[in-house]
């Protein structure tokens, strides 16, 4: 059963707290991608990579860092937390040879509310 | 504009009843298009791939016109557990493109 793994489900944190979010996939897939969800804006995209070592902003990469040091991890900093940073965090991977299919796959999320 | 848009919603309709959600994308290069169901508190998981020529799945039918960047989906014979989030998707030119979510319409099939 293939799998995205997400570090926590739920966090709370205090304002300028550093915060590491981690994902790992056991589908040795190439692209891994850090979502965040929040009520009427949908899914926005923070960051990608299509690669170990290799990143690309998404639509909103302020205030975030990502890590990509193995090819099954992907991780999300956020170096200094602020409040506005209160959401749901998801992260999903696809294999390039699956692009046409779509189908990416989630983690179960990681809810941070920041104090 | 947003790079996919979709019904605001909510859409509350009865059991049985047939509802349509559409979606529109402002990328005309856009090469692969789906429908992804998130259930409340849940990750998004693949519904189905919108292929152009139109596809079903069972009570579910995708439809994509390319001229006029719109996307569909029809669910007949509504049941109470297709009551979820329904999210268009866009994938770009290349496999290595961000796959762009659309906001997604809430639907809830009323007994």
């Known amino acids: 059963d293939v799998k995205v793994t997400q570090s926590s489900r739920y966090l709370v944190k205090r304002t300028g707290e550093k915060v590491f979010l981690e994902c790992v996939q056991d589908?040795?897939?190439?692209?891994m991608f850090w979502y965040r969800q929040d009520p009427g804006l949908g899914l926005r995209l923070i960051y990608f990579?299509?690669?170990?070592?290799?990143?690309e902003k998404g639509d909103i990469p302020e205030g975030y860092s990502v890590s990509r040091e193995k090819k099954e991890r992907f991780s999300l900093i956020l170096e200094s937390a602020s409040t506005n940073q209160t959401s749901m965090y998801l992260c999903?991977?696809?294999?390039?040879?699956?692009?046409?299919?779509?189908?990416?796959?989630f983690g179960e999320g990681s809810r941070l509310t920041v104090l | 504009r947003k790079e996919v848009e979709q019904d605001p919603g909510p859409f509350n309709v009865p059991e049985g009843a047939t509802v349509a959600f559409n979606c529109t994308y402002s990328?005309?290069?856009?090469?692969?298009f789906f429908w992804y169901r998130q259930d409340c508190r849940k990750e998004p998981k693949l519904l189905m791939s919108v292929y152009s020529s139109g596809n079903e799945d069972g009570r579910f039918t995708a439809q994509l016109n390319r001229a006029s960047q719109y996307i569909s989906l029809l669910i007949r014979d509504s049941k109470l557990s297709d009551s979820a989030t329904y999210l268009c998707?866009?994938?770009?030119?290349?496999?290595?493109?961000?796959?762009?979510f659309g906001p997604g319409t809430s639907l809830s099939v009323i007994p």
């Open positions: 990328n005309s290069a856009s090469q692969s």
């Open positions: 990579s299509y690669d170990v070592k290799m990143k």
């Open positions: 589908m040795d897939h190439e692209n």
């Open positions: 998707v866009v994938n770009g030119e290349t496999s290595y493109d961000k796959v762009i």
């Open positions: 999903a991977s696809i294999s390039p040879r699956a692009a046409n299919t779509g189908e990416l796959f």
